[in-house]
């Protein structure tokens, strides 16, 4: 669950830092005083830097070869988020892959251990 909620944070930074790059580039290029006055790059900022926290957090209390693999799911709320949000649908060979990136994760998450 800890690392859903991950990916969940992740993929709400990525929508984050998609505006703040519309607002800093939104004169057609790259200004100082841009990068310094942008709200949605601060937050931007703040949730990756909470993320990175949460992260280490996660990595103290599970193996990183079963919590990295979930970290991918990112990419899933990232498009559930953009759809609801930005009312921007992806396509659906999007939606198939990463139908076959989840089916990836429940093969990975199958434990051997008998």
Known sequence: MLTL?????????QL???????EVFALGGLS??????SKWLWL???IYG???IFWVYILSRFD?????????TAIFFTAIFQAIIQRNMPSGNYWLGLALVIAGLVVLSIDKKV
């Open 64 to 72: 990183v070869k079963y919590a990295y693999p979930i970290s991918s």
């Open 32 to 37: 100082i005083n841009a990068l310094l006055t």
């Open 5 to 13: 909620l991950f990916a969940m944070i992740m993929g709400s930074g």
């Open 44 to 46: 931007g900022i703040f």
């Open 16 to 22: 984050v830092l998609s505006q703040a790059s519309k």
């Open 50 to 52: 909470f993320s990175m």
